[in-house]
């Protein structure tokens, strides 16, 4: 079976979760310490690149780069896009989803108090300016997404940043029409509505973020707990 390996961060596993849970294609997500039953400073020479999610195939295969799991999901799938200029396209709007990584899902993981005060008001610009990018991607096409009416890696991505922006301040995402009804369109995706219920809930972000895994509130990090 496939296995996603990552940590205790609502961030760049999600897109790829939602994708698997969307194909319908059977997976494993199991937590850094689980699977390679070590902390994380042994672990982190000894992966391709050093950094996870990293995907691991049934022949052993390590797949790292959150771009290159989703692309890799997305062919296993069947969901790829034949044509090589919507395929182009829409590996943009991933990338440029994917570079909303940085800073707001540290942000929103991490930072507390008057850190993540100036956090969040140093970067509502560069993700206002984003979402406008990405506003417009969606009225390119008809349908319901960037392409059309399936969505796909770049879907998800930009879904979850968006998401997660809402922690930040709901405003950002609620001055964008065409994008709320984007979030709408994907939550209300019966696999990814039940993905969404049952993950665990982030709490006490800007605060003293944790992840509620197992009924327990435990610290977001890279140290099992
Ligand atoms: N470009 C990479 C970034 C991966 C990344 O930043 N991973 C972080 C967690 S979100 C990590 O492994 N941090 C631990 C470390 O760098 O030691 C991707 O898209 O997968």
């Not at 799991?69 to 296993?76: D, F, H, P, V």
Request: glycine share 4%; proline share 6%.
């Amino acid at each position: 079976m496939l296995k996603l390996i990552y940590f205790k961060m609502r961030a760049l596993a999600e897109a790829p979760q939602l994708l698997l849970e969307y194909s319908g294609l059977e997976y494993e997500y199991l937590m850094s310490w689980d699977h390679f039953e070590d902390v994380w400073p042994n672990v982190k020479s000894k992966i391709p690149f050093q950094q996870l999610p990293m995907m691991e195939v049934e022949d052993g295969t390590q797949i790292c780069q959150s771009i290159a799991i989703l692309q890799y999901i997305e062919n296993r799938s069947s969901l790829a896009i034949n044509d090589p200029v919507k395929a182009a396209e829409a590996m943009a709007i991933l990338q440029s989803s994917q570079e909303l990584f940085a800073p707001l899902n540290p942000t929103i993981n991490f930072a507390t108090g008057d850190d993540f005060i100036a956090k969040r008001d140093t970067m509502r610009g560069g993700l206002n300016n984003r979402f406008a990018d990405l506003s417009r991607c969606l009225e390119k096409y008809e349908g319901k997404y960037f392409i059309d009416d399936t969505p796909r890696a770049a879907e998800f991505a930009a879904f979850h940043h968006m998401d997660l922006s809402r922690h930040l301040d709901p405003d950002i995402l609620n001055s964008f029409p065409r994008l709320v009804q984007f979030v709408k369109d994907i939550e209300s995706i019966k696999s990814v509505s039940s993905y969404l219920e049952n993950r665990p809930e982030l709490v006490d972000v800007g605060v003293e973020p944790k992840l509620i895994i197992d009924g327990r509130p435990q610290p977001t990090g890279v140290v099992k707990t």
